[in-house]
C-alpha cells in the first residue's frame, strides 16, 4: 500500500497560493501517476494506491518516494514523503501532509 499524499504549494515571497504547480514522480514505477497540477487555492490531493494481486507485492520495494513540483519562473524542488507526518484519511489510507511547500522564485 502507498499513502495518500496531500498538501498546499505557496510562493515563499509573495506568501499566496500557486495554481497551475505540475506535482509528478518519476515515471515508470509501480505508485506512478500522470503528472498532477495544484488548483487555484494551490492545493493537491494524490490518492493512495494498493496491490491488488499478491504476485505483484514484490513492486512495492521498488517505488519512488521523491515527489517533484515545478513552477516556470520558480525552483523546482523535490521532496521525500517518508519525511512527513501522516494523518487518518477517510478512505482508510494514511495522508501524508506535506502542509504547506514554499517555491522561491528564480532570480
Do not use: W
Request: charged letters at 35%; glycine letters at 6%; proline letters at 4%.
Amino acid at each position: 500500500m502507498i499513502d495518500a499524499v496531500k498538501g498546499e504549494i505557496i510562493s515563499s515571497k509573495e506568501r499566496t497560493p500557486l495554481n497551475e504547480v505540475k506535482i509528478y514522480i518519476n515515471k515508470g514505477f509501480f505508485n506512478d501517476f500522470d503528472t498532477i497540477r495544484t488548483v487555484k487555492d494551490g492545493a493537491f490531493f494524490v490518492d493512495g494506491m494498493s496491490v491488488e494481486n499478491y504476485k505483484d507485492l514484490h513492486l512495492q520495494r521498488e517505488v519512488p518516494f521523491n515527489f517533484n513540483f515545478e513552477k516556470q519562473g520558480y525552483k523546482k524542488l523535490s521532496l521525500d514523503v517518508r519525511k512527513f507526518k501522516k494523518n487518518e484519511n477517510p478512505n482508510g489510507l494514511d495522508t501524508m501532509d506535506f502542509c504547506k511547500i514554499y517555491l522561491e522564485k528564480i532570480p
